[in-house]
């Protein structure tokens, strides 16, 4: 009888050139595969650590005797078809997964484990957030995505009335491709990268709480939205945004730095806030350039009173930048622009100078 041309070992499958574990499958139920994969479980000496490899999942399979056995489970080069949670699955155990190129052609559930980590993976259907049901908290510990691609919907939205809002302490999502819409909102998300992937669809970062963002070299093709998000710590830096990009009622309460982001097109930043709640002041703006990219969209706007509070943080960050002994006279313009009008913000300024200067000189006279 054949062997398998992947194991070697195990005889081939209903004419195919693998064996049942490693042959491709369609709907049907799969019993010879059940008693396969148990056995070749069995035959595992590491009581703790389960590595499968080239493994393909039949639809409906009932992973329990996978995920309840073990602290720590590899799946390398596996392909998984749609979950069956007829049979409830106890997480209590397992510690950490991981996945390396592995393919996912159904709906996949993600489960709020201490580790996941997908590597080189494929996804060709939505991949949403699971709870188990033996779980006593909402908190993810660590998601991490590094090269993977998306056919369809990322979705960590927990926007839902029914659901409490999902803490997650480490969220790291690098070289990824989002061929669909990208949502993860409603999170409270204590250190979050997001480096290197390219979004292809509407990508919504909305009403989050991030302690620590590194937003680095993504290049967004859309629509992106930061609506209602607190930042903490923040960089941005290499970003490029092809279409519009929304940081309406946003919070910073970090200095802002976009002077290495790329805005092809509009972006509005109407509402932003401080830590304070309050608008953003000139502690609260990394540099001129910041001030003048936030000051120019606004100006696209035709917002001339919101673009004329940017110019004014703009004049007093070009103000810190001059010296006294090298730009005297740019400095000593800067310094009457501001002691005059406040950068053009007070009215009421030039009139007070104006109404003392002449009482001064009828005085003198």
């Known amino acids: 009888m054949s062997k398998c041309s992947v194991c070697e070992e195990k005889s081939t499958y209903n004419g195919t050139d693998k064996c049942i574990l490693h042959c491709e499958k369609d709907d049907l139920e799969y019993p010879e595969f059940d008693k396969a994969i148990v056995k070749y479980i069995e035959n595992n000496n590491n009581k703790n650590k389960l590595k499968l490899r080239n493994i393909v999942f039949p639809s409906n399979h009932n992973y329990n005797h996978i995920f309840s056995l073990y602290t720590e489970i590899h799946f390398q080069s596996c392909v998984f078809n749609s979950l069956d949670f007829e049979n409830k699955i ?67 939205d927990f ?48 009403n989050d709480t991030i302690s620590t963002l590194h937003s680095i070299y993504n290049k967004f093709k859309y629509l992106v939205s930061w609506n209602n998000t607190i ?25 802002l730095k976009l002077d290495d982001t790329i805005f092809k097109a509009e972006a509005n930043f ?4 401080n830590e304070a709640g309050k608008k953003l002041e000139v502690k609260n703006i990394a540099n001129r350039e910041t ?37 005297f006279a740019d400095k000593l313009i800067f310094t009457f622009h501001q002691i005059s009008s406040n950068h053009s913000q007070n009215w009421l300024l030039p009139i007070l100078w104006i109404f003392s200067v002449s009482f001064f000189y009828i005085g003198y006279i």
Request: glycine letters at 0%; aromatic letters at 18%; a negative charge.
């Open 270 to 273: 109407f509402n932003l806030k």
């Open 159 to 206: 926007s839902s009335a029914n659901m409490v809002r999902c803490l997650i302490d480490n969220i790291n999502i690098q070289n990824t491709i989002f061929m669909q819409d990208v949502k993860i909102s409603y999170c409270d998300i204590d250190f979050f990268i997001f480096a290197n992937n390219t979004t292809e669809k509407i990508t919504e970062f909305e």
């Open 291 to 327: 001030a003048r990219i936030i000051k120019h969209s606004f100006e696209k706007q035709d917002n001339i009173i919101e673009a004329n509070k940017f110019y004014a943080l703009e004049m007093k960050k070009q103000e810190k930048e001059l010296s006294w002994t090298k730009n």
């Open 90 to 156: 106890d997480f209590k155990k397992i510690k950490a997964i991981q996945y390396y190129d592995c393919t996912f052609n159904e709906n996949w559930k993600h489960f709020n484990i201490n580790s996941i980590t997908y590597s080189h993976c494929t996804f060709n259907k939505q991949i949403y957030l699971h709870f188990s049901y033996n779980s006593e908290n909402t908190n993810l510990y660590l998601l991490h995505f590094s090269d993977c691609i998306f056919k369809e919907k990322f979705d960590l």
């Open 231 to 255: 930042f903490n710590e923040i960089e941005f830096k290499g970003d490029i945004y092809e279409e519009l990009v929304l940081f309406k009622n946003t919070t910073f309460k970090w200095k």
